[in-house]
């Protein structure tokens, strides 16, 4: 995807410009309607709040959510009942090129690249609080964390477990008018669900048994300062029209009083899931994930941004001897499923055992695999599910067309439709 710089007064860059993507029905009841994608992810369903309204009843209320990035347009399946579907194949998340064509229900959508441009933030920095990166992907979630610094809004951090969603939310409340008041945080997972509302909002005495003190909820230790939700999706859903009620109003109530109380605060949420999806599937409020979604950060998987590993071995080295340079490749073709915190928890192990000459005593292969060598699928499955996924980017990039792709894979039509039964697979055109 084409993208270029611009400058700020000083030659620093303050921003990337992508190309914004038009998103346009070309076939099902809402056809001609459409939405520009450009800085802000795009959502499509039937319901109001979504940017690509559809009034088709076979598609979900909450669909699919497209973003743009500079390898693309990221495409998330939101728990939809009928799915989402790229060629031929059914997609839960996927990376696709302006051109490309979605079905959702009986809607076909297509994506086509305009002249417009989206400008995406962009810090030029290789580190931001506790984070670091010299990879673009990296530096636009610094730039998006210094914008979001100077608002009030409520900000939702997403990534995968280990990228380091807790180090974003400190790093926003350092930056931001805040950074004098407190930092509070939260795991909403790790608190009993009959102790999290006097946690959050405290309590009065004698408001239940074992209550024999009043106390401050977190929301009232963190006045003028910032508090952080950590991991939201877990949070009772009895207690969101309460946290609502807090982020729309700024009052809260302690569990057995009636007394209401002014707080100042900026809430920053993270999760490792898709919140919409929670959403669909009940256990999410919709007018509290609107509320929370104001601003949002997603920060990338490590095996998306290899080029950060040499920065980030070098932080968690601390000045100690570099690891030997064969493990360099190895690392860096590792998948990370662990994200920077297996990388950081590697580093850590190979300096706490190393030989007198500071050589690493530790097996690379053995401790990045978790000393389960036995974890590796036969190679018979490892052949079928690489032949499978194959076989469904085929499909996509040859727009499902069955002779453009036996041609791309040096097949015959005949040998491919036999690769496509025995996968479970089909094109849907020859011409």
């Known amino acids: 995807m084409d993208t270029t710089e611009q400058l700020g007064h000083r030659g620093t860059p303050l921003t990337v410009s992508l190309r914004k993507v038009r998103v346009e029905v070309v076939q099902g009841p809402d056809r001609g309607a459409f939405a520009d994608l450009g800085d802000a992810p795009l959502l499509i369903g039937r319901a109001p709040e979504c940017q690509l309204l559809l009034t088709d009843t076979s598609v979900s209320w909450m669909h699919v959510e497209l973003s743009l990035d500079v390898a693309g347009v990221q495409l998330r399946n939101l728990g939809s009942s009928n799915g989402v579907q790229v060629g031929a194949a059914l997609v839960e998340e996927a990376r696709v090129e302006p051109g490309t064509c979605i079905l959702l229900g009986r809607t076909v959508i297509s994506l086509t690249a305009t002249e417009a441009e989206a400008e995406m933030p962009f810090a030029p920095v290789q580190r931001f609080g506790g984070l670091c990166g010299r990879s673009l992907a990296m530096k636009m979630v610094f730039g998006r964390l210094q914008k979001f610094a100077g608002s009030e809004a409520p900000v939702l951090i997403e990534g995968p477990t280990g990228t380091g969603k807790e180090l974003a939310a400190r790093a926003l409340h350092d930056a931001s008018t805040r950074a004098s008041g407190p930092f509070e945080i939260i795991d909403c997972g790790a608190i009993p669900r009959h102790l999290m509302e006097a946690e959050l909002f405290g309590v009065v005495k004698g408001a239940y048994t074992g209550a024999d003190v009043t106390r401050e909820g977190l929301f009232e230790r963190a006045s003028n300062g910032t508090v952080v939700l950590d991991e939201i999706a877990e949070l009772p859903i009895e207690l969101q029209p309460k946290l609502l009620g807090v982020l729309e109003r700024g009052i809260l109530r302690r569990l057995g009083d009636s007394k209401p109380r002014k707080v100042s605060v900026r809430v920053v949420a993270t999760t490792n899931r898709v919140l919409a999806r929670e959403v669909q599937a009940g256990r999410f409020r919709q007018d509290l994930y609107f509320r929370l979604t104001v601003l949002r950060v997603a920060i990338p998987a490590l ?78 499955e490892a052949r079928m599910s690489f032949e499978k996924d194959y076989l469904r980017a085929l499909l996509t990039r040859s727009g499902n067309n069955i002779r453009k792709a036996a041609a791309a894979a040096g097949l015959t039509r005949q040998g491919l439709y036999g690769l496509l039964a025995r996968n479970g697979l089909r094109g849907s055109s020859e011409d």
């Open 303 to 380: 095996r998306d941004r290899r080029e950060d590993i040499p920065l980030l071995l070098e932080q968690f080295l601390e000045g100690a001897a570099p690891l030997p340079p064969a493990w360099m490749r190895v690392l860096e073709e590792h998948d990370w499923q662990g994200n920077v915190r297996e990388l950081r928890n590697l580093v850590e192990q190979a300096r706490a055992q190393r030989a007198a000459d500071g050589t690493p005593l530790i097996d690379l292969h053995t401790a990045l695999s978790g000393g389960a060598v036995a974890a590796l699928p036969p190679i018979a």
